[in-house]
């Protein structure tokens, strides 16, 4: 892990009483408290997303400028509000007085410039492939993740569209090993997809992360890294994945065989997005109460497959090698 300099031990022992506010912050915005905390603590230089509009966090908004600017923090936000339909990331833009549910763009940064643009890079982006990369710039996104960025987004500028390429399953492409701090499987703590799973600059970024957050709050941490490397995840989409504890047996990046003892089903696209494919929440739900009720998994390129002992009771064809796959980190 990573040594702290003694300026910045200095930091984190003042920064200690604060830490409270930065909480407070990320329950009212709804924005990670770990890119807050690198952005606070000038390991990141700005934080945006997208975030439900709702009544509550338009009442909020007051607050959650008061708290970042107790944090030291600029907020910036969107002048309108999107419907994301799909996890192909298909969106409309609408005005933000649209009865219609939508997400709004929050941005954070040391100077108002930064979260400004923050916010504005963040909207280009769905719109423009090309703003991906001065977004991940501005995020502070290592350079080889922001080429692989590039690769990722829709470079034609089609408003209706802007493409979908699965950037975990594209991170996992790329890579022969695992490293357990890109674990984007599970609940990722890095701001950016990695552009392999052992991309050395996002391995430092979560490794200060996790030195800085040891000072700070040491019971999350724990929790955290629990999360990173105990489990396997037969993954779809970053909302669509089931968690599965026991005894794990590689096959290949992305196969492989489960002897499990507990679930922690995660299938939540239905909530996540506006419109998805039914049938694909369906039949992940059908397999969560199959793996319910078995204790192995074997996922090949073509089957997944679920066993109770010896006996098969639940099978089906995966609609390419990608999906869904089985991954757990090199530990």
């Given amino acids: 892990m990573i040594k ?6 200095n930091k984190l022992k003042k920064f200690l009483d604060k830490y409270p506010l930065l909480l407070d912050l990320t329950k009212l915005s709804g924005v990670s408290s ?3 905390l690198m952005t606070v603590l000038d390991y990141k230089p700005a934080v945006a997303d997208a975030i439900n509009y709702t009544a509550e966090l338009k009442r909020d908004i007051p607050r959650i400028k008061d708290l970042a ?17 799909s996890p192909r990331g298909i969106f409309e833009e609408i005005s933000l007085n649209d009865p219609r549910f939508g997400k709004i763009i929050l941005a954070f940064a040391k100077s108002k410039d930064k979260a400004q643009k923050g916010a504005d890079y963040y909207h280009a982006k769905m719109v423009d492939g090309k703003y991906g990369y001065k977004f991940g710039k501005l995020m502070g996104y290592p350079e080889c993740c922001l080429k692989f960025g590039n690769y990722l987004q829709n470079l034609e500028g089609d408003p209706n569209n802007f493409g979908f390429k699965n950037p975990a399953v594209e991170s996992l492409k790329r890579s022969k090993h695992f490293a357990w701090q890109l674990n984007v499987f599970t609940i990722s703590v890095l701001p950016h997809y ?14 200060k992360m996790f030195t800085c957050l040891d000072y700070i709050d040491k019971e999350r941490s724990m929790f955290l890294k629990s999360y990173l490397t105990e489990p396997a995840s037969l993954y779809w989409t970053c909302a669509d994945r089931i968690l599965l504890y026991g005894d794990f047996k590689q096959y290949t990046l992305g196969t492989g065989e489960m002897k499990y003892n507990r679930i922690e089903p995660i299938i939540t696209s239905d909530t996540f997005y506006q419109e998805v494919d039914q049938k694909n929440i369906v039949q992940w739900r059908n397999m969560t109460k199959a793996l319910q009720k ?7 390129d073509y089957l997944c497959s679920i066993y109770l002992n010896k006996e098969k009771i639940f099978e089906v064809k995966k609609t390419n090698r990608y999906i869904p796959v089985l991954v757990k980190p090199d530990i």
Avoid at 4 to 9: P, R
Avoid at 194 to 207: G, M, R
Wanted: charged share 20%; proline share 2%.
């Fill in 34 to 36: 770990l890119e807050l």
């Fill in 69 to 85: 600017q107790q944090l030291g923090l600029f907020l910036a936000t969107s002048k309108y509000k999107y419907i994301v339909n």
């Fill in 4 to 9: 702290l300099t003694q300026n910045e031990k």
């Fill in 294 to 300: 078995g204790n192995k998994l074997i996922v090949t």
């Fill in 194 to 207: 990695p552009c392999s799973l052992t991309c050395k600059k996002s391995i430092a970024y979560v490794d």
